[in-house]
Nanobody, 118 residues
Framework: QVKLVESGGGFVHPGGSLRLSCEDVGSSFTFWMMGWYRQAQGGQREFVATITDEGPVYAHSVKGRFAIPRDTVKSAVYLEMSRLEFDEPAVYYC?????????????WGQGTQVTVSS
């Protein structure tokens, strides 16, 4: 059974950097897609970045500041965030999908909190 576990969240000053990690610890599946969404307090969950065999896709707001490397052997994905901004504190959620067909639904982690404050 897929179990995505995130880590690496915490406190950072504006302009700082943080690296999030996510790994499937519950199964031996491989994933077609892994990625990250985030949800600010009182807000909706929004897309941050995903990666497939065809490469990464980033939200416009993070392009050039965030990177999303993955380790397919470990079924892990990372989010390397730099130049974090005041409006980016949120719970960051890992997401994964085994195959692109809709019948293979999305798996979500429990989230990790990122706080940006001076």
């Amino acid at each position: 059974q897929v179990k995505l576990v995130e880590s690496g969240g915490g406190f950072v000053h504006p302009g700082g950097s943080l690296r999030l990690s996510c790994e499937d610890v519950g199964s031996s599946f491989t994933f077609w897609m892994m990625g990250w969404y985030r949800q600010a307090q009182g807000g909706q969950r929004e897309f941050v970045a995903t990666i497939t065999d065809e490469g990464p896709v980033y939200a416009h707001s993070v392009k050039g500041r965030f990177a999303i490397p993955r380790d397919t052997v470990k079924s892990a994905v990372y989010l390397e965030m730099s130049r974090l901004e005041f409006d980016e504190p949120a719970v960051y959620y890992c997401v994964a999908q085994r195959r692109p067909e809709p019948s293979f639904g999305l798996h979500w982690g429990q989230g990790t909190q990122v706080t940006v404050s001076s």
